[in-house]
């Protein structure tokens, strides 16, 4: 059983009981840092007693050790859950379990949203309402070193720890505390301690409470033993485990355990005395335990009844062996069922690794051996475990064995359980299981340091990348500049570390950075001749440049990509054709998103309807989703309204609840759904149906906000900020508009979205003319000339819509001539484009109709006449006939009453009577 002592540590345990007696708003989490083997986890034992005695609320120690509890989000929250309902006199989580049972079989997305909204809700007000009460709430979590790189780790600081500030949180693990990305709101409460080895006074009291120091002083060998262990509390109680009778290992005399031996060698030899191989003195009768110890050192989780019997068949006596292994001080009890299942004290398993599986004193390639023979019984194991989720339906605990089993097949077999890890991995990620690859990557991180360095290489890279879609960008990019930097010449690793580096740029919002890490990433692709990183870079290169706004940019290397990538397909074999052909269809639904939003939705809509006819094919259903809400958005540009919100509703439900990035780009296009459902001009007289639709589009566009603030997606922050301020200035919120809209242009600027920032400028010019605040429009109309149009930039709906904006102006303070030139020049513009929602040709001709026939009709003549002259000069007659046709019907109309024109010099430029 784990080690029952407890000596010492009297400050951390202060430490504790004064953030526990604090009042709310102070430090809450607890962070107990240091090496492996010095009474971390007594310590958190320590203090769920305390909690015991005092009466608080609190979970047990939970160890986040492992496959299950490192990975896998509803583990841990079910513990959690688990946990607080035994120390209460109801369930405070009752809620969240009535969710779970509510949407068994629900889409994942549903399904995961609610989940986690209940659990967060749940919890939060669980703190608070023993809060209330005078008492704090406490949860406490062991080895937290093994979530910094996973699903469970970003939740937890994320989400649950800001929502915890009325109870109290303790964390320990190895991590150093700059190691942990707190949140910045919650990052200066944290008080970290460093967890130290024992005093010389805790050191023989240790040894009193065991009963050993007599005999340790009587050997006259206290101060060699301490010397030797350091006074680390794993090494004291080994030697006192040595020291004492055990049914399975021989006792050592005290003496000899410190004879001869300096540092290294006593905690070698600690250690290395433990395991036995089987067949290893032939004719005596090997204990089972030391059989067995060595598979517990390897496996990667909890070993139980079933797994023993796989590991010693024909054994009969399998409670009596794990009865024997919980007398000991390094083996712990794990409440997988009953009995406990078992597995080693932390420390001591990586001292086993490096003192017993890895020495080279030691016969190590019989060691080698003996672990691939246990991984070769293990897969058994593992196929049976898959057969049976599968048969229940269980695609959950489905992935969640084929993660332990591939954990094996790669010790046995590096090369080849690789292959398979990153051919699994890139499918899963190619189809948004994030939650799946979580568990591979666990598989191939407890083999890390079995790999070669090549293997390393490419698993550091492929973890990066995995970092970046859960929204670490921030850590990922230090981690792709540090393998640069080792890497800096090497053409087989340097085009993939820039494409990396690009990739995480664009995803921080710097667009130019981007660029420059994919431009040198294609040069080398090409240089070196790596014909399938050529589509793959310029593909990268037209997504920036669609982030940036250049349109034509972006489609010339968007089809420069399909130009590639249909060259290199007639170039591999059929193995590889699958995952060519999916990276096509990408390219072509980033050719036709691309097409959609310049205004050219029949061409757009072409394009999109090939890639999800490829992506159909190819049984792609997330990909699939994706592309089939672009060709929901193009077609809703183009006036459509039939479908499309179920569709988008629809293709959401693709998506699972931790695929951040693409769910914030559902939530986007399914707000812009719904308020485009009704858009209806400049009417703010909505029935109660149409509020509600305003009111759901607000929703979505602030769950897509939410997503992006917390997963770090700046794509979507700007434009889901910018359509929000729209909906909310509908809804009468003027105040809340001009914040969020604000906030989208300063948030396009710093991130280059150049599309999104002159969108929100437009913006705020249309708000300030609503307000009739004329100064201010005219100060956004030469911010955009200054920072936009005059530096090239080529955005003709938007300016076209300012330049309106600007005649609107200048009509309302009656400067007719200058009105009618804006908007001849903004309607040409709009044109241009083509337009969508309010900011349709027609839409636009019918308030420049309303404006006309509020003039004088000799005035009408006029204005008409000199829209007629300017578009005719522009070529509308062939490029726009429906400017010219609107324009024509006003001039026949009036010369058909005889209204003869004002002349301009009649009506000078600035007068206000008439153009």
């Known amino acids: 059983m784990p080690e029952k002592l407890f000596i010492g540590r009297k400050r951390y345990l202060e430490t504790f009981t004064q953030m526990l007696d604090a009042p709310d708003g102070g430090p809450f989490i607890l962070n107990l840092y240091g090496p492996g083997g010095i009474g971390k986890t007594k310590i958190l034992q320590k203090i769920e007693e305390l909690c015991d005695e005092r009466k608080m609320p609190h979970t047990s120690v939970i160890d986040l050790y492992g496959f299950e509890m490192s990975s896998r989000l509803s583990a841990v929250e079910m513990k959690i859950a688990g946990d607080l309902t035994e120390t209460a006199e109801s369930d405070p989580m009752k809620t969240y379990r009535a969710v779970r049972d509510a949407y068994k079989g629900k889409p994942p997305h549903e399904r995961g949203i609610e989940y986690k909204q209940q659990f967060i809700k749940d919890l939060s007000s669980w703190a608070k309402r023993i809060a209330d009460e005078g008492k704090k709430g406490v949860l406490i979590f062991d080895t937290f070193e093994e979530v910094r790189y996973t699903l469970v780790g970003i939740r937890m600081l994320n989400d649950w720890l800001p929502e915890l500030q009325s109870a109290v949180v303790v964390i320990s693990g190895r991590q150093n505390p700059d190691e942990i990305d707190f949140p910045d709101n919650i990052k200066d409460l944290v008080v970290p301690e460093k967890v130290n080895e024992f005093s010389t006074e805790e050191a023989i009291e240790y040894l009193e409470e065991r009963g050993l120091w007599s005999a340790v002083q009587e050997e006259k060998i206290d101060d060699k033993l301490f010397d030797l262990s350091r006074k680390k509390p794993l090494l004291l109680a080994l030697s006192a485990d040595w020291m004492m009778e055990h049914d399975f290992f021989p006792t050592i005399d005290i003496g000899a355990l410190v004879e001869g031996v300096d540092r290294k060698s006593f905690e070698k030899n600690l250690v290395q005395r433990l395991p036995m191989l089987a067949g290893e003195q032939p004719g005596i009768d090997i204990p089972p335990e030391r059989l067995v110890l060595p598979a517990m050192a390897h496996i990667i989780e909890p070993l139980n009844e079933k797994m023993l019997k796989v590991l010693l068949p024909g054994f009969l006596e399998i409670r009596k062996v794990l009865k024997n292994l919980d007398e000991t001080s390094f083996v712990k009890g794990f409440p997988v069922g009953n009995p406990l299942a078992y597995w080693f004290q932390d420390e001591l398993r990586s001292l086993f690794h490096k003192h017993v599986f890895r020495d080279q004193d030691v016969e190590k390639e019989k060691w080698k051996q003996s672990r691939i023979d246990i991984s070769k019984r293990m897969l058994s194991y593992y196929n049976d475990k898959i057969n049976e989720a599968a048969r229940r339906g269980d695609k959950i605990a489905v992935e969640r064995a084929k993660a332990s089993?591939?954990?094996?097949?790669?010790?046995?077999?590096?090369?080849k359980g690789m292959k398979k890890f990153q051919r699994e991995f890139q499918a899963a990620r190619e189809n948004h299981q994030y939650g799946f690859s979580s568990l591979l990557l666990s598989a191939v991180r407890f083999n890390l340091n079995d790999l070669s360095e090549p293997q390393r290489y490419h698993f550091m890279l492929q973890e990066g990348r995995w970092l970046r879609d859960m929204g670490a960008v921030k850590r990922v990019q230090k981690r792709f500049e540090e393998l640069l930097e080792t890497n800096p010449k090497d053409p087989e690793r340097t085009p993939y570390i820039y494409n990396a580096l690009g990739a995480t740029a664009m995803k921080m919002g710097q667009y130019q950075e981007a660029l420059k890490y994919h431009e040198k990433s294609l040069a080398l692709s090409k240089f070196h001749c790596i014909n399938d990183r050529i589509p793959t870079e310029e593909q990268a290169l037209g997504e920036v440049y669609l982030l940036m706004g250049n349109w034509e940019k972006s489609v010339e290397y968007f089809k420069k990509a399909h130009q590639s990538a249909m060259k290199n397909l007639n170039q591999i074999d059929?193995?590889?054709?699958?995952?060519?052909?999916?990276?096509?269809?990408?390219?072509?639904?980033?050719?036709?998103?691309?097409?959609?939003?310049?205004?050219?939705?029949?061409?757009?809509?072409?394009?999109?309807?090939?890639?999800?006819?490829?992506?159909?094919?190819?049984?792609?259903?997330?990909?699939?989703?994706?592309?089939?809400?672009?060709?929901?958005?193009?077609?809703?540009?183009?006036?459509?309204?039939?479908?499309?919100?179920?569709?988008?509703?629809?293709?959401?439900?693709?998506?699972?609840?931790?695929?951040?990035?693409?769910?914030?780009?559902?939530?986007?296009?399914?707000?812009?759904?719904?308020?485009?459902?009704?858009?209806t001009g400049d009417n703010r007289n909505f029935t109660d149906d149409e509020r509600a639709l305003l009111n759901k589009a607000a929703a979505s566009f602030e769950q897509s906000i939410q997503l992006s603030r917390q997963f770090d997606i700046p794509k979507e922050l700007p434009r889901a900020l910018h359509e929000l301020g729209s909906v909310y200035w509908l809804l009468g919120k003027q105040k809340e508009a001009r914040q969020v809209n604000d906030e989208a242009f300063e948030r396009a600027l710093s991130s280059h979205d150049i599309y999104y920032a002159i969108n929100a400028l437009v913006k705020k010019a249309e708000f300030d003319l609503e307000d009739r605040n004329f100064s201010a429009v005219k100060l956004h109309a030469r911010e955009m000339f200054e920072k936009f149009e005059k530096t090239g930039y080529n955005f003709p709906l938007f300016f076209g819509r300012m330049k309106r904006i600007i005649g609107d102006v200048a009509y309302e303070e009656k400067n007719y001539a200058k009105a009618f030139q804006e908007y001849g020049k903004g309607l040409l513009l709009i044109a241009q484009h083509g337009g969508y929602g309010d900011y349709t040709v027609d839409k636009e001709l019918d308030r420049l109709e309303s404006k006309i026939n509020e003039l004088k009709q000799n005035h009408q003549s006029s204005c008409c006449a000199r829209l007629k002259n300017y578009w005719g000069s522009q070529g509308a007659d062939n490029k726009f006939p429906r400017l010219m046709a609107f324009v024509d019907k006003h001039v026949t109309r009036l010369a058909l009453k005889g209204i003869t024109p004002a002349t301009l010099d009649d009506y000078p430029a600035d007068d206000p009577k008439g153009c």
């Open 405 to 415: 089993k591939l954990f094996h097949e790669i010790f046995i077999d590096p090369g």
């Open 574 to 679: 059929d193995k590889e054709k699958r995952n060519a052909l999916g990276g096509i269809a990408d390219i072509l639904a980033n050719i036709g998103y691309a097409y959609g939003i310049s205004g050219q939705s029949d061409v757009g809509k072409d394009y999109i309807e090939q890639a999800i006819g490829i992506l159909e094919n190819l049984n792609a259903p997330k990909r699939t989703a994706k592309a089939r809400i672009i060709r929901w958005d193009i077609l809703r540009r183009k006036g459509f309204k039939e479908g499309i919100v179920d569709g988008i509703n629809k293709a959401i439900g693709e998506f699972e609840e931790i695929d951040h990035e693409n769910r914030a780009e559902g939530y986007f296009y399914l707000g812009y759904a719904q308020w485009y459902q009704l858009i």
